[in-house]
């Protein structure tokens, strides 16, 4: 069966400097890896995704995830953090070889420091 | 184009009851799935349905329920509510064909229910 896991409950970093979120995953086949984010009493917002070609995905806010198959990890990157990135942030992923069905991380919580 | 919508936003019922939720999915998406976020548990996976068929399920039990119809709006009903079923829960749509699972889901701002 497929997983996927977000090791930090919560990540901070000062605005300005990069930030990452990790998630790694686990799955049969080829993953259909994503990533969104949930601001307050908000619903999810899709960030990016992997489905296949070019290792480095560029999304929506400046933000970019490498896929790498080899440590099986799907990390969130933004090179310069906002105040206004603090948010929920969640790993998704798709195993096409097992129940086509998608499984979310546990989230990560990012706060952005002024 | 409108984004997905999802009535009611909030929701208060007693143990015992029934709740039904809508989703009105993006226009001329065909696809709709039932999510159930709560602190402990996170984002749970429901169901899926695709041109009126349901083409996935969750490990939910046979208290929830769902649907949806012609014009892919979605419903998802719950029997017998219990404390436990307290949660956000979300409705997403997507695009495409039956099997591209490459389509991003693009979500409702959820409907909160509270079971007392």
């Known amino acids: 069966a497929q997983s996927v896991a977000q090791p930090e409950d919560q990540v901070n970093v000062a605005e300005g400097n990069p930030l990452t979120v990790k998630c790694t995953y686990s799955v049969s086949g080829n993953p259909y890896l994503f990533w969104y984010v949930q601001y307050p009493n908000r619903g999810l917002q899709f960030l990016l995704k992997?489905?296949?070609?070019?290792?480095l995905v560029k999304g929506s806010y400046g933000f970019e995830a490498e896929f790498n198959k080899s440590q099986t990890s799907f990390h969130l990157k933004k090179p310069s953090a906002l105040v206004s990135d603090s948010a929920l942030y969640f790993c998704?992923?798709?195993?096409?070889?097992?129940?086509?069905?998608?499984?979310f991380g546990k989230g990560t919580r990012l706060h952005i420091l002024p | 184009k409108a984004g997905v919508t999802q009535t009611p936003r909030y929701l208060i019922k007693t143990r015992g009851q029934q709740v039904t939720l809508s989703c009105s999915p993006i226009?001329?998406?065909?696809?709709v799935s039932w999510y159930q976020q709560t602190p402990g548990q996170g984002l749970q996976f429901l169901f899926e349905y695709f041109s009126e068929t349901q083409r996935n399920k969750g490990n939910f039990p046979g208290r929830f329920s769902g649907r949806q119809f012609s014009n892919s709006r979605s419903e998802m009903n719950v029997s017998t509510l219990e404390l436990g079923d307290s949660a956000l829960y979300l409705c997403a749509s997507s695009g495409g064909l039956a099997g591209n699972y490459q389509e991003t889901q693009y979500f409702g701002p959820g409907t909160r229910l509270l079971v007392l």
């Open positions: 998704a992923v798709r195993d096409m070889a097992w129940d086509d069905k998608i499984i």
């Open positions: 226009s001329g998406h065909r696809s």
């Open positions: 992997y489905i296949t070609g070019d290792n």
